[in-house]
């Protein structure tokens, strides 16, 4: 029987260091466990340098960052740094989303600050789940045969 290739991601999922809610990230692990993928969940509170660490071990196809606190941007900053500093994880597709901020429309400036700091993509909150669901799945997959 031939080999078939199945088109999976190995997708990391944390949130910021300051955020201690864990709700969203059940939510999220879920949502993209339902659309076939792998998801290791670091869970709440992660530092940079443990994130960092993560990653290395895991070696994920994606990481998404989620934050429900309002200091997304703040610790955002700092953990995209940690990662594009790293060289093997310098590539690494990386997203973040939720609440970026805590003065709300004005927070709309951080999303262009932060894809300029190294972030793939940018999901403001209240953004769209199907815009999450189409980044996903434009990101280069494991190949893993099944």
Not at 57 to 67: A, E, F, G, N, Q
Not at 86 to 114: C, F, H, N, S
Request: aromatic share 4%.
């Amino acid at each position: 029987m031939p080999d078939l290739k199945v088109s999976r991601r190995r997708v990391l999922l944390s949130s910021v260091s300051s955020d201690s809610h864990t709700w969203n990230l059940v939510f999220l692990q879920l949502l993209i466990e339902e659309l076939g993928h792998e998801v290791v969940n670091l869970g709440a509170c992660v530092p940079e340098d443990e994130l960092v660490a993560q990653c290395l071990r895991h070696d994920p196809d994606l990481v998404v960052i989620s934050t429900v606190n309002g200091h997304g941007y703040a610790d955002g900053r700092r953990l995209i740094g940690a990662l594009r500093r790293t060289g093997e994880l310098a590539a690494v597709p990386v997203v973040i989303g939720g609440k970026l901020g805590v003065a709300g429309a004005a927070d709309e400036q951080y999303a262009a600050e932060l894809l300029a700091l190294g972030f793939d993509a940018v999901f403001q909150d209240g953004a769209d789940l199907a815009g999450l669901a189409r980044f996903i799945e434009s990101v280069r997959p494991l190949e893993v045969t099944a």
